[in-house]
Every structure is written in structure tokens, then in C-alpha cells.
């Protein structure tokens, strides 16, 4: 079992950055791949990014490509997420998720957060 807590979320200004962060409980967190979703409302959950357990391997959606960065700290059992050069279209809620192997598919997560709200202004 693991249980993931998002945090970071926001308000900040097209342009602008935020980090947001999954601490996860449980001593295999190293174990797992890890990803983070959005959903913005009126539309379906959509993948941003994931890295594999070592952290060698990310994969992100090409609408973050060059403006999101995932990193993970098993050390801490935590996931980042660096977010930059925000646009407005970027507003969502944001999840982190776990699985055994790394994905880009919302079905092939076990474990999810409760999620994290980022609003971005115009």
C-alpha cells in the first residue's frame, strides 16, 4: 500500500513557476514508478509526466515538453514536479500516481493523491 499527498499548488501569473511535490508513504516507494496527471474541469485527465523508479527514465506530454521537469527523491520517498513558463491553459488539479512500471496511461496507476489545484492567471 502506498498513500501519496500532493502539495504546492497555487495561484501564480502566466509566465510564472511553481513546484509542486508528492510525499509518498510506505518503505517501497523506490520500487515504483511515479506520474503526475491534470484534469481540468469539463475535460478528461490527461498525462504530464512520469520517471521511472531510478529516476533515469522521464517521459512527458508534449505540451509540458521544455517547460515541466519531474524528479523524484527516494531518499525522501518524494516526486517533484517543476513547472515553468505557466500558461493559462495549464490550470488544472494536479495528481501524483504510482505504479510498478512506468506509464503514461491513468489505468496502469494503482495509487493516487487527492490531488493539488494550480490556477493559472492571464
Known amino acids: 500500500q502506498v498513500q501519496l499527498v500532493e502539495s504546492g499548488g497555487g495561484l501564480v501569473q502566466a509566465g510564472g513557476s511553481l513546484r509542486l511535490s508528492c510525499a509518498a508513504s510506505?518503505?517501497?516507494?523506490?520500487?515504483?514508478?511515479m506520474g503526475w496527471f491534470r484534469q481540468a474541469p469539463g475535460k478528461e485527465r490527461e498525462f504530464v509526466a512520469a520517471?521511472?523508479?531510478?529516476?533515469?527514465?522521464?517521459y512527458y506530454a508534449d505540451s509540458v515538453k521544455g517547460r515541466f521537469t519531474i524528479s523524484r527523491d527516494n531518499a525522501k520517498n518524494t516526486v517533484y514536479l517543476q513547472m515553468n513558463s505557466l500558461k493559462p491553459e495549464d490550470t488544472a488539479v494536479y495528481y501524483c500516481?504510482?505504479?510498478?512500471?512506468?506509464?503514461?496511461?491513468?489505468?496502469?496507476?494503482?495509487?493516487w493523491g487527492q490531488g493539488t489545484q494550480v490556477t493559472v492567471s492571464s
Open positions: 510506505g518503505r517501497t516507494f523506490s520500487s515504483y514508478a
Open positions: 520517471i521511472s523508479w531510478s529516476g533515469g527514465s522521464t
Open positions: 500516481a504510482a505504479a510498478l512500471s512506468v506509464a503514461t496511461l491513468g489505468y496502469e496507476y494503482d495509487y
